[in-house]
């Protein structure tokens, strides 16, 4: 891919401060008058022009007012605001721990009619077991050094989770043949992560695939990303996650998933993978 989900968050940000800075010259002003018409230290306006400090919604409608373009700020605020939500760094997402956001995704869920998943690291969460997500999350915890509320956020990803049983939802789920072996919770829970994904493998609404990791491919491994319908992917990195809703970048994540489906294997094959990687476990 020519960019990563990184660039594209930061190029909206970049795309808002082109638009402030736009404002300031047809106002013709420096940054040093607009700073004192706003009551700010210079610097902060060159921050925020640059596209390094997000403004907030006061900046933005103190930036329009000085620049007599207060007729701009509400259009401004709401493209600052999609920007910013591209990409949030877990430790924020996590400030107040984990439930609260997967409560706050239920919706997301429930409406989504497609899923297409690609995991490079770990199960998808709609198929993670308790214990599997108890070892996960206890470790996501521990080194974001966020608030520790793993038992009801494990609950809150069960209950999210029910939309692989019920409802109308199809799940295209691929994974790298090596998260069959990484070890995030001990062997016992391991073990039944296993066998659910055998048992979840022959549902009728869900297509599991599983990337040999000997295969020969013509798309190289990513970094994990959740789509929903046509409509939104979700990246993740270590540090964050960033939200896509421009059709051409979601266009490119899903071309990347029908590369990375053509490598895999899926029915008694894949079931095979699985099998194979329980008889490693003690």
Known sequence: MSSSPFSTAQAARQAVAMRLQGLMRDAGLSGHELAVRCGWHRAKSSRIARGITPPSDADIRAWCSACGATDQAADLIAASRNAEAMYVEWKQIHKD????????????????????????????????????????????????????????????RLDRSRVVREGDHRFALLLEETVLHYRVCGDEAMREQLEYLLAVSRRPNVSLGII??????????????????????????????????????????LRAFAELSQTAIRGVLARALINDALLTLR
Do not use: C
Not at 218 to 247: K, R, S
């Open 97 to 156: 721990g984990m439930r609260r956001v997967h409560e706050k995704t239920v919706p997301l869920y429930q409406r989504t009619h497609s899923f297409r998943v690609y995991a490079s690291n770990l199960v998808p969460g709609m198929l993670q077991t308790a214990g599997y997500a108890t070892g996960l999350l206890k470790s996501i915890t521990a080194f974001q050094r966020t608030p520790d509320d793993v038992e009801s956020a494990v609950k809150a």
């Open 212 to 253: 040999p990791r000997h295969a020969r491919r013509t798309m190289w491994p990513l970094e994990a990303f959740y789509a929903f319908d046509d409509q939104q992917v979700a990246v993740e990195t270590l540090t964050a996650e960033i939200n896509l809703t421009t059709p051409g970048e979601i266009h490119t994540y």
